[in-house]
């Protein structure tokens, strides 16, 4: 096949490396063979790429990043340097996307022309990288100084209709690109003819009225998380020398800070992360040719804060949702919830009024179940308990049509119990949405005994319809992410009892990176909640220890954020927690009740408790077959737990520490006060002790287990 086709004199190069014509070593290659055949070829005097399928380009490849194809030639900074240099014109005809590399790729050709819908953004910043192929030289040449430093350090993807009038585009069509493209390729050949060079990116000036301040003022303006900020630090520096130095200077200057990034620890962890959501929307065992079921129409059952919450996430996916709950008054409730949260949503900016209005109109309600028999998918969030599970699911069975996914959204109960209700076990699922609903990233898809492979692969194709991040979980008492969390809180606690305040503990893993401390969230989740919690555990296994100055807060009224009061104080109008000195007292109180000396506990000994607690607990979760894989749980975590993405999640964490360092510092926790049964707390799972004696990886492990 020859590398590219002629058509009336111009040369028509085909990105084709489904599904998303990454810039993998063999693109490279192609790209690099087909340009210079085209620039030897008399027949062609201008050259169009353009992608085959449904994009562009999506940029580079991640996957080659640590492989010796990664570094093998071509590059993409010099060959994008070969097609810039082109005495023929180039023009860039773009479609579907054009992310990262992708877009400089077609920053380095002579003009562009985009499909309106075509999305474009340098996202790199999100992996904690740059764009290391002229992105910071080229583009703000292009689209000026202000816009690019927004487009690259935000990392933001944008329509290409939406940056028409940016100068990053030649034309933006709904029409027929390529030919497009063809007119504006003969276009340049004409001008070619007449003496004039084609107009090179690297050319044109890069300026602006107080540059270097600008940058200043973006630079002071970076939010700086742990570990995070590098990336757009190191973005805003390429820019500066974009305006500052010359391009070949400029493109020197990417090109060091693009290596330290690459070889960065933050990069590492982000791209694990990344790769590491790729791989959880893979269910290992599902036979070959599993089509998921369509779901069309959605009811919820239970209009409280998850259900309404569900609601509006089908709502925002414009899927049609019925809402049922038990009586008026409740029904009313729910959907003044949501009609408010349209509301607010408007008043802030970020939906249109017509947008709010359809989407509220998508959602109805009923007292009744006669409306579910017209369900694809039904979604039950009522209260926790099972026996109320029970009279819904039976009222499920009975009114359900044939096929229909009756889903649930149990935190802790066991989807097996549920699913004997019905009559129809491998049609029920678990939906573990997080709360916020439409706001949290993560959706953990319980996996029954009985649940059908076609069942499954539904729910995954609905995850990714709704943007959530899905996560098959195992049958357990609070699936992955729970069960890991009431480790880490027991330790939290625990540590209050030996010496630690709450606000330490949060600053300690606040620092270290996660989102929210133990105490902060409990707060927000509400004290009384958690302490139904451990009250239902402890009846079920009475070897559990928490501190008991959790009850103490919580039976002074202290619930939460929701009462003004829990760990911390909320004072009217401030938005910081503060501590709060009765809480102080109790857990000093509590802590001579327990008979403890209280003493000074560092940073390191919190940050290890609550993350090798996290840690533990995962690795029994892989040993249980609970997880299919570690990265899945390094995904729950980082999606939906506020663990830091650049440190890729729990079990990454701990391969990285090393688990000889990991089982060691257990062994050292293990010997902590006798009433805490640390030295059971603390034994270290089976399979971690294992892996550390023989060196095998995670990911070996894993390879192992799915042949
Ligand atoms: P909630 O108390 O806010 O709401 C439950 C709703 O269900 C109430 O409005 C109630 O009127 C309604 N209801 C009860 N019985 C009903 C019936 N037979 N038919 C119709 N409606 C009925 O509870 P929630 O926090 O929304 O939790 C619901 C479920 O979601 C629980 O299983 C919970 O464990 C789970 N969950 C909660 C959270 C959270 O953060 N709140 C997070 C994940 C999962």
Aim: overall charge neutral; proline content about 5%; glycine content about 10%.
């Amino acid at each position: 096949m020859s590398l590219y086709q002629v058509n009336d004199g111009v040369a028509i190069i085909t990105l084709d490396r489904p599904p998303l014509n990454t810039q993998g070593l063999p693109l490279r290659r192609y790209l690099d063979d087909a340009l210079r055949a085209s620039l030897n070829d008399l027949n062609v005097s201008a050259i169009i790429i353009t992608g085959a399928g449904r994009c562009f380009s999506g940029g580079g490849d991640i996957t080659e990043f640590n492989l010796p194809a990664g570094t093998q030639e071509p590059q993409a900074p010099a060959l994008f340097e070969r097609i810039e240099a082109s005495s023929k014109p180039v023009v860039a005809a773009m479609h579907g996307m054009a992310l990262g590399g992708g877009l400089e790729l077609a920053l380095a050709c002579h003009a562009r022309v985009a499909h309106a819908a075509t999305q474009v953004g340098l996202p790199e910043v999100h992996l904690g990288l740059l764009p290391g192929a002229g992105g910071t030289q080229r583009l703000p040449r292009l689209v000026g100084v202000e816009k690019a430093v927004n487009m690259i350090v935000k990392g933001d993807v944008h329509s290409a209709a939406s940056l028409s009038d940016s100068g990053l585009f030649d034309q933006v069509t709904e029409g027929d690109v390529l030919g497009e493209a063809m007119t504006l390729a003969r276009k340049l050949v004409a001008e070619v003819s007449e003496n004039k060079s084609p107009r090179r990116t690297s050319s044109l000036p890069c300026t602006m009225d107080n540059a270097q301040a600008f940058i200043a003022f973006a630079r002071s303006t970076l939010k700086t998380p742990v570990g995070a900020s590098t990336a757009a630090q190191a973005c805003l520096d390429c820019i500066e020398a974009a305006v500052c130095l010359s391009f070949a200077q400029g493109m020197a200057c990417e090109s060091e800070k693009f290596r330290n990034l690459a070889t960065s620890s933050q990069f590492a962890g982000l791209r694990h992360a990344f790769l590491a959501q790729r791989a959880a929307a893979n269910v290992l065992d599902l036979p070959d040719g599993t089509t998921a079921r369509k779901l069309k129409r959605v009811a919820v059952i239970g209009g409280g804060t998850m259900g309404s919450g569900i609601a509006i996430t089908f709502a925002n996916a414009q899927l049609p949702v019925l809402l049922i709950e038990r009586e008026q008054a409740a029904l009313d409730r729910a959907l003044k919830t949501i009609r408010e949260h349209y509301e607010q949503s408007v008043q802030r900016g970020k939906l249109s009024s017509a947008t709010a209005t359809a989407r509220i109109a998508l959602i109805s309600g009923e007292t009744n179940y006669a409306g579910v028999a017209e369900a694809d998918l039904v979604i039950e969030a009522v209260f926790e308990d099972l026996e109320v599970k029970r009279e819904v699911f039976q009222r499920l069975d009975a009114v359900a049509k044939p096929g229909a996914i009756l889903a649930s959204n149990t935190s802790m109960l066991d989807l097996d119990s549920i699913a004997a209700f019905t009559s129809r076990p491998q049609d029920v699922v678990g939906l573990h949405f997080f709360s916020p609903a439409p706001v949290m990233k993560l959706l953990e898809v319980v996996r029954g005994a009985q649940t059908a492979p076609d069942v499954l692969a539904s729910a995954l194709a609905l995850a990714k319809k709704i943007g959530k991040t899905a996560v098959v979980s195992g049958v357990c008492e609070g699936f992955i992410g729970n069960r890991m969390i009431e480790a880490y809180l027991m330790q939290a606690g625990l540590l209050l009892d030996e010496g630690a305040l709450p606000h330490q503990v949060d600053q300690a893993i606040e620092h270290w990176g996660m989102a929210m401390g133990p105490f902060r969230m409990s707060d927000m989740a509400g004290n009384d909640v958690g302490a139904k919690i451990r009250a239902a555990r402890i009846e079920r296994d009475p070897s559990r220890v928490y501190s008991g100055v959790s009850d103490v807060i919580n039976s002074m009224g202290r619930h939460g954020q929701k009462t003004g009061r829990g760990w911390y104080d909320y004072h009217p109008g401030e938005r910081k927690p503060a501590p709060s000195p009765e809480v102080q007292s109790a857990i000093i109180a509590h802590s001579a009740k327990v008979g403890l000396q209280r003493r000074e506990i560092g940073y390191e000994e919190i940050v290890d408790r609550l993350v090798l607690a996290l840690v533990n607990e995962g690795f029994k979760l892989l040993e249980e077959g609970i997880a299919q894989r570690a990265s899945d749980i390094d995904v729950v975590y980082t999606a939906g737990y506020g663990f830091p993405l650049w440190r890729g999640g729990p079990m990454r964490y701990a391969e990285q520490r090393g688990l000889s360092d990991v089982v060691a510092t257990l062994a050292r926790f293990s010997t902590g006060p006798t009433y805490q049964h640390a030295e059971i707390f603390w034994r270290p799972a089976p399979l971690l002790c294992r892996l550390a004696k023989s060196g095998e990886s995670l990911a070996q492990f894993n390879l192992k287990e799915t042949q």
